[in-house]
Every structure is written in C-alpha cells, then in structure tokens.
C-alpha cells in the first residue's frame, strides 16, 4: 500500500502543472465550502446567542390566556405554581427565570418604533449580565422599576442615550391605552436581527403598563445543562403538566406570536400552556440557515460537477500517457485491483492535499474577515443576523467539507481506474501513443 | 370655522402649543398663590381656623359657581344630547377622505366607505382609494371588528380600537357613541375656543366598562350642543390624542324623525408621537335604507373582488 501511495505521490508530483491545476481547482471548492460553512456557524451561532437572551430559554412554558374568545394575551398566571412543577420534573434544570412578554410603542422626542418587550426580574437572571455587552449604563440598573435597556441600533434609531426619558404606548389586553414613562438605564451592543426590535424593561414596570397584576408572567425560560435533552424533557414536561390538570396547546414549531394569530381565531376562553424549545421560538428566522446551506450545497455541487469532470479527464489522459506502464506492471504480476487502486490513490492524494489547502485558506478567510468585521447593508442583516459578518470555525464541519469533496474525487476516479485495470497486459505493451 | 377657531387649530399644531397652556395654567396657579400670599399678610392677626376657611372658600368659589351653571344632570343631558345627534335611527354610508401625516414619512391618503345601521349597532368601512388599498375593510359584528385583506383574502380578528387604515382615527371616530352610557361627566368650566363658548366637560369612565380612553375631555358649544375638541387620555393620565371636530353638517333622517348630525371635518393629533396627525373628512352622507345583507363578511368580500 505504501508502494502505491508512493507511486501515486510521485506521479502526482512528476505532472506539475496538471496536479496544480486539477489540486487548485479542488482547493478552491474547499474554500469556498469552508467559507460557507464558518458563514453558516456564525449566524447560528449570533441567532442561538441574542435568541437565548432576548426571545427565548432553552425551553420555554409559555402560554396565552383569552378573556374573550376574540382576544388573546401571551400570559401565565399564577406562574409559580407551574415553575414549582418544573423545577421538580426535569433533572437538568441549570436555572429557571420568568419573563414578561408584551409589545408596545417606543417613543422618544426623537421618533418612535414598534418594539417586543421582555419583563425582567434582575434577581432571577443570573445569564443577562454576563452576555450583554454594554455600550453605555449597566444592567444592572434593570433592577430599578422604570427603567428600559435598549439596543445600539434602537438608540440610534431613537435618537437616545443613557438617562434620556421616553414613553411606552401601549393598548392593554383589555383595550384600554396606557401609558409608562421611562429612563434609558442603558444601551448594549446589538446581537443580531432580534435585538433590534427588542428591549428589557423590569416585570414590575411591565406589569404596570399592561395592568397585570404580579402573579402573572409572559413565560417561564427553562435553561438546561444539557441541551440535548430539549426533546426529551419536553416530553416529559408536557405529560406532566397535562396530568396537573393544565390545558397545553400541541406542539408547533412556530414563534409565540405567530401561535397567537391562530390561538385568537379559536374559539375557547380561559388558559392554556405552550411548550416550546429555543428553535421553535425562533423559527420565523432559521430559515436564513436553511438558505445559507441551501446556497452552499448548490454551489459546490456545480463546482464539484466540473471538478469531477476535470480529474476523470485528467486521468484519462494519465492512462493514456502510461499504457505502457501499466502493461509492464500487469506483465510482471501486478494484479488488476492494485492497479485500479493505484489510479484511485492519485485521485485521492491529489483530493487530501487540494481539500487540505482549500480548508486552510477558508479558515484564514474566516479569521481574517472576523478580525476585520466587514460591516453588512441593512437589508442583508437579515440573513446575516447581525451587523456585522460572524464566522465561527467548527472543526467537524470543516473536516467534514474536506471528506465529502475527497470522497467525490476518489469515487469518480474509479471509472478510468478501472479502464485502467481491465487493459490486457499485451495490448498495453505494444501501445504506441 | 372662525378664524379663531382655526387658529386654534394650527397652535395645537405646534408641539410647544401644549406646553405654552401649561404655562399659562400654571401662571394661574402662580396667581392664586399670590393671592394667597397678600391674603395671609393681612389676615396675620386672624386665627388659624380663619385662615383655613378663608382658603377653602376662596379654592372651591369657582368649583361651587360652576357647579351652580351645570349640574350633573344637565351633563348628562349634554352628553346624550351628543349621543342622539350622532345616533342614526336607520342606515348610514358616508364617503370618507383619510389623510395621514407621520414625521419623516409620506403622507397616507385613503378613501373609504363607511357603512352604519345603528340600531343593531353594525358598522362596516371599505376602502375604496388608492388602488394598494381598495378593496380592504373592516366589519364589526357583536363587540368584534374583523379586518379583510383582498391581496391575502383572509379576515383577522382585530382589537376593536385597532387604528384605521394605519391613521390615528379608530373605529369610534365613524360609529355612534354612547358617552352618557361609558362615562362619568364633571364640569370644569366655561370656555372660550376660539370665538366659541363652551362648556368644558371631563368625563371618566364608569366602572366596570371597558373603552380605549378612560378619561376624555370635551369642549362642547354652547350655542349648539355639538363637542369642537376632544382629549383622550390613557389610562396612566397622560394626554394620548387631541381631536378637533371644527365643522359639524346636519341631514333629516325619516327614520330618526330628526337631524343626524355629523362632523364634516376631524382632526385628529398624536400627543405621544409628536408630529403625526389625521385629517378626516366626511365628503358625503347618505341615509337611504342600505340591503339587508350588507353587513356580513361575503358582502364585504364580493366588494373587494
């Protein structure tokens, strides 16, 4: 085996500029794959990130409750009795925090915006201040009932900084308007698309607004220790919660608010509870995913259709080149499977190395244009989750690029392979050519 | 419309307009102080139970003769008085003109149908201009307003004090209104706006009911019975909306056995987001009997085809 790989490396090495070509060729496909791929991670990465802070726990039970069949609300009530049953049900519970969900007008002197609002009780969110990265004030002053954190792009959109006051606008679940003063207590760093629509304000100034009272909440944020769990626990979450006596929705990989739209068209009253996982309330956007790696696959297809072409044309014209070599090596007993693996060890030298350098220079890219932070146009932020282009290296991912564009290579070699192994030993000596 | 009464108009299209009143509320308040100050200077020598009384009279004097040019019933009269001018005793259709001015953005304008029959309390608008729109509706049945677009072809279940067609009107600004029923009235005086006197009335709502603004203000003529401004406040205090009804028509109803009146003109201004403001104008009302089925879903949707 080692002979043949030396003979393979050799013959590589002997047909410079074709092996250069056919090897950039391959490099070039990996690159791009590569390229792709960290684009792909990194989005997932940015939506997973601003999803689990702004919109969404690992799990969530939330749920809506209609007064009247025509309106609905995204509420819990009394809430605590539900997070007692989660916390005693599932295993791997890292911590459980309540958020208030609501939406309302944002107005400041400056201008005015539609945004989503996530109550928060600072003394039961120990993640938020670790992964909010502030531009200006602290999050901690959250803590305080009447103030707002509000995102880099919403202030500019505002015209606000720290200490500026503005006003919630907001028509409650009853249909009452009502308004609530506030402070911007702080301005943190946009994480993608999401933030720029959301805002923290305390439970307690929410509930103000929305004339809720406070046993009532928007949704329990479950975060596990494991993340695998999710579909599991989900299950077992929603067994048990049915046999509390809780009325829970089916399941539907779809956003709160998207639910709600059918939920208000359905003709009961009262409560009902929704378990969902961190994918679902975030659905509405994953499909940027879908088309990134949509995009990827088509194109390396092409690319891997013409490559394909060029290495089975490029050994065509290798065992043309060495009939006579072949005919030797058959005619002193060289059997015809080596020989068909010998043509295979060139293709699959030849995809090793140009996979090995294309996934190199993928990674630079990707380091170099993370360093750089290529800023994105706003109307591309939308596939991009975030302002800025995120790439984020998954060494699976990248070996698994280099192995499929590899294995394309060898199996396609295997038609000139075994042309090569089945020439009859005579013929092959006396070609002339 | 007085020039007064439309320069009235335009300062409360000035955002400072508002602030300027309450400076001027606050230099009355300033005066009553003062007042109260000369008052204490010469009455030093009087006890304290003096000075008391002597401060009460003189806060709840005003209060006391308002009270005695307007009691509660004869507000309540006004307010039905409001009520019934409003009320059509039969069918209702009006061609409406909607024009919406947001800061920083084009101006909106719409035109639209809207359809009333009163005593079942049905109410439907049909937007019939500019072409992006024509065809989109809103119908309420029972306490529900649904909204058809013709592009999707689905109805959705809308809050009922959903803002129409995008402007800062709502479905109150075209229906009948039960104010007597909703609120509370109580007097805060008599006015001049503009060359108009009128009685300035603070309603709040009655408990246990539900409506978009739980306090309003009107400034209703006195010569004529019909409300020239309104304030909506939210449920917070804060001021929401200012509307202006400047102009008002009247047209006999065989059906009311009586005058429908109606305001030809509604300006209506945005008191959180500065800047933004509808005009609404009813072009033409005609209370001829409308067809039976007129106010379901498929007659709305046949419209929009």
Known sequence: MTQLFLIAFRNLLSHGRRTLFLGGAIAGVTTLLVFLGCLSSGVKQTMLESALTVATGDMNVGGYYK???????????DYKKIQDIVEKTLPDIDFVT?????????????????????????AHEPRLPKVLKMKEGK???LAKPGNVLIFESQAKKLKVKTGDSMVFSVLTDRGVNNTVDVRVCGVAEDMGLLTSWNVFLPQETLNKLDQTNDTTTGALLIYLKNRGRIPKDMDLLRKTLTGAGYDVVDRSSKAFWIKMQEVSKEEWTGQKLDITSWDDEISYVTWTLSAIDGLSFLLTSVLLVIIAVGIMNSLWIAIRERT??????????????????????????????????????GSLLAVILNAVQVPVPTGAQFFTMSSTLKFALEPARILGSMAVITLCCTVVSM?????????KPVTAISHVG | MSDNFQGEIMKSQNPFYHRVNGVTQSKAKDLIGFVFLKNRTLFTLCNSVFQILFISVLTLTPAGLFAQTLGHDKMVDILKGIDLRIRSGGDYKALVYLEQHQKDKPDIAQEALVYRRDIDQKLMIL?????????????????NLWYYDPSVGKWERRTDRERIGGTDSDREDFDQSNLAEQYDPQFVGEEKLGSFTVWHLKLTVKSGIDVAYPLVEFWVDEATGNYLKRQDFALSGRLMRT????????????????YLWFPHEIHIYDEI????????????????TLPENMFTKAWLETKSR
Do not use: H
């Open chain 1, 67 to 77: 007064v009247t069949a025509g309106q609905s609300a995204p509420l819990v009530t």
């Open chain 1, 98 to 122: 309540a958020r208030g969900r609501g939406w309302a007008r944002l107005v400041s002197d400056q201008n005015s915006m539609q945004v989503g609002i996530a109550g928060v009780d600072m």
């Open chain 1, 139 to 141: 999050v901690a002053d």
């Open chain 1, 324 to 361: 006579r070599e072949i005919g030797t090596l058959r005619a002193i007993g060289m059997r015809r499977r080596l020989v068909m693996l010998m043509f295979i060890m060139e293709a699959f030298c030849l995809g090793v190395m140009g996979t090995a350098l294309g996934a190199v220079l």
């Open chain 1, 415 to 423: 038609i000139p392979s075994l042309k090569a192994a089945r020439m």
């Open chain 2, 127 to 143: 937007f019939t201009k500019p072409k992006t729109d024509a065809g989109k509706g809103y119908l309420r049945v029972d306490r």
């Open chain 2, 243 to 258: 509307s202006y009804d400047p102009k008002w028509d009247k047209l006999y109803s065989d059906a009311k056995k009586d």
């Open chain 2, 273 to 288: 987001d500065k800047g933004n403001s509808t005009l609404v104008i009813i072009q033409s009302v005609d209370l001829s």
